[in-house]
């Protein structure tokens, strides 16, 4: 996984740059504007009728005048679209594309291999709890405004392929309506709900010198090796950072740049948020597959700790020796919800 | 079959705004939405200064097609860009990808949220039949079903701007280079046909108007 996703990041990186490339060779002329407006003075008097100077200053970025108001109203021909619509109908779409394909296999032939990892010594009963109702709501609501991210932004990017001729014009046309206004309009409230599961979780996803261990033996879910790790081990902490953080911020901007197109924002401006949005939701999607399947066909007890903010003590030692250890020695309460109307913690030491 | 074009002819165009305000009353557009619109290079230059009017130039490898993620656009048997207002999102795709800026916009809420795009149709409406009330609302007028050509070229006061069958178009502007004595030193000439572009030595024609 950690290759495919090196190799990808190495294609996407490629790709941005070859864009930055591309679009500084084909704005304007080899000139300054205000040259190729002298040579056309001269041009007027030696060859009349010859208006070379003027068209080579049409393209790009120059703007002219004109009456109609609006942001770009000026500028004659602006041809980063063609670079754009290259990459974006091309190289980002193609890559990303069997990017998100392959992660789906390489995670069934996962499960396929090893299944569900099921705890090795039978449940205690006793409880520890995990995440609290607030820890939860911040994940949940995180989690589902990235899931319909994800399926409308899949929707909009590989329907016009993959769906228009199962469900013909209109009908695609209507979900693809549903599927803009959500993209929309759920975009911002992800963007609430990352930064709500930052602060919640930021404290303890701090990296630690035991997570190098971890992260070098991949955790021993190859293996199989018992690895110690804290209340998050050292993936979790990659796709907090990683995931969480960097792309959230990387596709939460470049999305809220195409969002509000009210400010004045030129086109080359969307084109590269555009396909910056795009390779960072791709890579979202890879990671959140992998999140997803961890989260619950790939590891027994995952989900239920999600759900219910609840794990059982045999789990917590197998999977987060370090923060069970610390709750045994008393450093962690093992109940940090504030009990209404109970005495005393239920719970607690035993 | 014709093939639509659009020409502007930079040596005739002055600048009068004509094609706009034409276009704008023929289709009733809305606020703030702009079919065609005039640009003015090197403006107030003296012997550099030249104007063109500019709209949807209906491209035969279309990039507002290429992009729209619901594939609203088709291309009628004239060679017209046409698109289905029924099917468009409003997302803008289109707008990123064209190079003349012809996708425009109306806004249809807070923040800048684009309602169903509207763009030239070379006064060929849409999908729907010809000039129902139905196209007439949504595309404006289809005069190519009258028989007539885009408003914008028929209100041409300098006759700058011409539209119609390609072949016509360029019968007519080959004959305008003629006229005006010149064009073997038009740029690119020289690479196209292979005749010296070396005429500079000679005297400009002078009162030869085309």
């Not at chain 1, 090795?120 to 899931?147: D, V």
């Not at chain 1, 803009?180 to 709900?193: A, C, E, R």
């Not at chain 1, 971890?214 to 790790?229: A, C, Q, Y």
Request: hydrophobic letters at 40%.
């Amino acid at each position: 996984m950690k290759r495919l996703f090196a190799q990808f990041a190495v294609a996407l990186s490629a790709a941005l740059f070859s864009f930055a490339v591309l679009a500084q060779q084909s704005t304007g002329p080899t000139l300054p504007p205000g040259e190729l407006a002298k040579q056309q003075q001269q041009r007027t008097i030696d060859q009349p009728y010859n208006n070379q100077p003027v068209w080579s200053n049409a393209r790009g970025a120059t703007s002219g005048y004109t009456s109609i108001p609006g942001p770009e109203t000026g500028v004659l021909i602006q041809d980063g679209g063609q670079t754009w619509r290259a990459l974006k109908n091309g190289t980002v779409s193609v890559w990303g594309g069997w990017a998100i394909v392959a992660m789906m296999l390489l995670v069934g032939g996962f499960y396929a291999w090893k299944g569900t990892i099921q705890l090795k010594e039978s449940p205690t009963g006793r409880m520890i709890e995990r995440f609290t109702l607030m820890e939860r709501m911040a994940h949940w609501s995180t989690a589902i405004s990235f899931s319909i991210l994800a399926i409308s932004g899949l929707i909009l990017a590989f329907g016009k392929n993959l769906l228009i001729p199962m469900f013909g014009f209109t009908v695609f046309s209507w979900l693809a309506t549903i599927a803009k206004t959500l993209h929309n309009f759920i975009g911002p409230l992800f963007i609430v709900s990352c930064v709500i599961t930052f602060v919640v979780f930021l404290r303890d996803n701090w990296p630690k010198a035991v997570d190098f261990k971890w992260i070098f033996s991949f955790g021993g879910l190859i293996s199989g090796k018992h690895v110690p790790s804290e209340r998050f081990n050292a993936g979790e902490k990659v796709w907090f950072w990683g995931g969480l953080m960097v792309l959230g911020i990387i596709v939460g901007a470049s999305g809220l740049v195409l969002n509000f197109p009210n400010f004045g924002q030129t086109r080359a401006t969307m084109q590269l948020a555009n396909l910056i949005h795009l390779g960072g939701s791709i890579l979202f999607m890879v990671g959140a597959l992998g999140h997803i399947y961890m989260g619950t066909l790939g590891m027994a007890g995952a989900f239920q700790a999600m759900k219910t903010g609840k794990v059982d003590e045999a789990w917590a030692k197998e999977h987060h020796e370090i923060w069970y250890d610390d709750i045994k020695a008393g450093k962690i309460p093992a109940v940090r919800t504030k009990q209404i109307g109970a005495a005393q913690p239920v719970g607690g030491d035993d | 079959m014709a093939r639509m074009k659009f020409i502007c002819d930079a040596e005739r165009c002055i600048e009068c705004n004509g094609c706009v305000t034409a276009c704008k009353n023929e289709h009733d557009v809305p606020w703030g939405v702009n079919r065609r619109r005039v640009v003015t290079l090197n403006d107030g230059i003296v012997g550099a200064e030249r104007s063109i009017s500019v709209a949807c130039m209906h491209c035969s490898d279309a990039p507002c097609k290429a992009v729209c993620p619901v594939n609203c656009f088709y291309t009628t048997d004239d060679g017209v860009v046409l698109h289905d207002k029924d099917l468009c999102i409003g997302c803008g795709y289109c707008f990123y990808a064209c190079p003349f800026g012809a996708p425009q916009f109306p806004q249809a809420g807070a923040f800048g949220l684009r309602g169903k795009m509207d763009k030239c149709t070379f006064c060929a409406g849409g999908p729907e039949k010809d000039n129902t009330k139905g196209e007439i609302e949504k595309y404006g007028r289809n005069r190519l079903a009258e028989g007539k050509l885009p408003a914008c070229a028929e209100m041409c006061s300098t006759k700058a701007l011409l539209a119609g069958d390609g072949d016509v178009l360029s019968d007519i502007y080959r004959e305008r280079v003629m006229r005006r004595g010149r064009g073997g030193d038009l740029w690119g000439h020289a690479t196209a046909y292979g005749v010296k572009a070396a005429t500079s030595q000679q005297p400009a024609p002078t009162q030869q108007k085309s």
